[in-house]
């Protein structure tokens, strides 16, 4: 029996998906007779809102294209709503042209998982190779949710480093600059 490729991706998403939640499972008080998380877990994601607005998009934007001044390399920001629709984007002159896609991409990775893509990243160094073929994860750092009132609006992406540190650096400080 041959089975559809998209029930193929709903099961690996799934399995792939217990296992980040698994290691993500918030703490329980003491006597409470809940399993408690295992030390340094994440919190569970937070919900999703309603879309980030233009301006506050702008807002993230222009702190992490602040922050790419202290890293030296020509970046890409991508600025996305829950569903990972694009919002607001800049590459800045000279940067690869690759930058584009992948800002994009690392911003759609962190919308949809509710997760830095940094996770996904470390994940995958630490042999969950599975995690390669997961639909819509991009697992290199450089993507964070944008959290506004407790509930994700967003996600910011950033590319242009050699490496995925600058551009994780680059996307937190979009993200703060509209808590």
Same mark, same amino acid.
């Given at each position: 029996?041959?089975?559809?490729?998209?029930?193929?991706?709903?099961?690996?998403?799934? @399995?792939?998906?217990? *296992?980040? +939640? #698994? &290691?993500?499972?918030?703490?329980? %008080? $003491? /006597?409470?007779?809940?399993?408690?998380?295992?030390?340094?877990?994440?919190?569970?994601?937070?919900?999703?809102?309603?879309?980030?607005?233009?301006?506050?998009?702008?807002?993230?934007?222009?702190?992490?294209?602040?922050? @790419?001044?202290?890293? *030296?390399? +020509? #970046? &890409?920001?991508?600025?996305?709503? %829950? $569903? /990972?629709?694009?919002?607001?984007?800049?590459?800045?002159?000279?940067?690869?042209?690759?930058?584009?896609?992948?800002?994009?991409?690392?911003?759609?990775?962190?919308?949809?998982?509710?997760?830095?893509?940094?996770?996904?990243?470390?994940?995958?160094?630490?042999?969950?190779?599975?995690?390669?073929?997961?639909?819509?994860?991009?697992?290199?750092?450089?993507?964070?949710?944008?959290?506004?009132?407790?509930?994700?609006?967003?996600?910011?992406?950033?590319?242009?480093?050699?490496?995925?540190?600058?551009?994780?650096?680059?996307?937190?400080?979009?993200?703060?600059?509209?808590?």
């Amino acid at each position: 029996m041959r089975v559809p490729f998209f029930v193929v991706g709903l099961i690996a998403t799934g @399995v792939a998906l217990s *296992g980040v +939640a #698994s &290691a993500q499972q918030s703490a329980a %008080p $003491a /006597g409470s007779g809940a399993p408690a998380a295992a030390p340094g877990a994440p919190p569970p994601p937070l919900p999703y809102g309603m879309p980030i607005s233009l301006a506050d998009a702008k807002k993230a934007a222009a702190a992490a294209i602040a922050e @790419v001044g202290k890293t *030296g390399f +020509a #970046s &890409a920001v991508a600025i996305v709503g %829950p $569903a /990972g629709d694009l919002i607001y984007f800049e590459r800045m002159d000279n940067a690869n042209l690759s930058t584009t896609w992948l800002a994009q991409k690392k911003a759609q990775t962190a919308a949809t998982f509710r997760r830095p893509s940094k996770l996904f990243e470390e994940r995958v160094q630490s042999g969950a190779t599975y995690l390669l073929g997961l639909e819509g994860a991009m697992p290199v750092g450089g993507g964070v949710p944008l959290v506004q009132n407790g509930h994700v609006v967003g996600a910011i992406g950033a590319s242009g480093a050699p490496s995925s540190g600058p551009d994780e650096q680059v996307a937190q400080a979009g993200a703060a600059a509209v808590k």
